[in-house]
């Protein structure tokens, strides 16, 4: 996938030279952001979506790689715009768009906020990333059959993101701390454009399969909650080496997972100084002290291990509807594959 998004952004480089340099400082960022990591599970889950009904001999047809690298582009897009929307400040171990655009305005001695600029240049550069996402789905030479059965997987998928992107910032402005809102929030925000949707998108390049579709949808759906659910702990838990982001980043922004869901609700029935405690502290400034002592403090009251048996649950569930699903052998293999990668991952 990696080889078609290079030759992508290259031809996109080349369409754009007109605008200028300084123009192409901008997508030479957008390139390496692309490009330097990440773990390329969605166009993945898409390919062996294929995989699993296609009768096309060529295992490696160019153009449905194409159709399914561009889900790295959209995912891109909403890294981006969720990095602005949570003021992080480093994706996989590098500043985040709207942070080295703000310090290269800084650098430059610029008029005006040198962090308004970084948010604007971000939120266009998401943008883009979003419209070249849609250029390479188009671009496919496809039969006009898949095109069109293609086009209305891809249709939902945007929506479905950006409304669960919508519902995350609601929950967390609103103060909805209950655990059914946050995995209404995952379902949409993470597991649909994350797993099931790029399973369906894959089925539907292929044929003509409701059955296999609806089968997979429904596959993609738990591993892509066990995905997020296991996103939730690193974002508390894991180590910063290896996630690339500062550890408690997610109590310090105060984000509404499921996890820390989990938390007050457990508090809440069991220990009201915790419960307290927590409201006090998610969302703040936490010194790294602090967050050590959040961190036992969730695992005291058991939401850790509750948000495990969670993860455990949809993971089984996947690996058991795909054992007897009606599918190729090879692709049943590598979703297992992916299955257990990304529900045991640490990063």
Known sequence: MSDQLSQFLAECREHTAHIGQNYEHAITALDQFVLRGGKRLRPAFAYWGWRAITDDPDPWNPDVLRVCAALELLHTCALIHDDVIDSSATRRGEPTIHVEF?????????????????????????????????????????????????????????????????????????????????????????????????????????????????????????????????????????????????????????????????????????????????????????????????????????ALAAVESRIEEHTHRALDQLASADIADDARDALSDLVRLVSNRSA
């Open 102 to 302: 703000a310090a290269m305005h800084r650098e430059n001695g610029w008029s005006g906020s040198p962090e308004q600029f970084g948010i604007s240049a971000a939120i266009l550069l998401g943008d883009l990333a979003l419209t070249w996402a849609d250029d390479m789905v188009v671009g496919a030479q496809l039969s006009p059959q898949a095109h069109a059965r293609a086009r209305g997987i891809w249709s939902i998928l945007r929506s479905e993101v950006l409304g669960g992107q919508y519902l995350d910032i609601l929950s967390e402005s609103s103060g909805d701390e209950s655990v059914e809102t946050a995995l209404r929030v995952i379902r949409f925000k993470t597991a649909g454009y994350t797993v099931q949707r790029p399973l369906q998108l894959g089925v539907a390049i292929a044929a003509e399969n409701p059955e296999i579709s609806q089968l997979l949808g429904d596959v993609g759906l738990d591993i892509g909650v066990a995905f997020q659910l296991r996103d939730d702990v690193l974002g508390v838990f894991g180590d910063p080496k290896v996630t690339g982001k500062p550890a408690g980043d997610d109590l310090r922004s105060g984000k509404r997972t499921v996890l820390l869901a989990e938390a007050l609700q457990l508090a809440r029935r069991s220990d009201s100084a915790a419960e307290d405690l927590l409201h006090s502290w998610i969302g703040t400034p936490l010194t790294d002290q602090q967050v050590a002592e959040m961190c036992s403090l969730i695992v005291d009251l058991g």
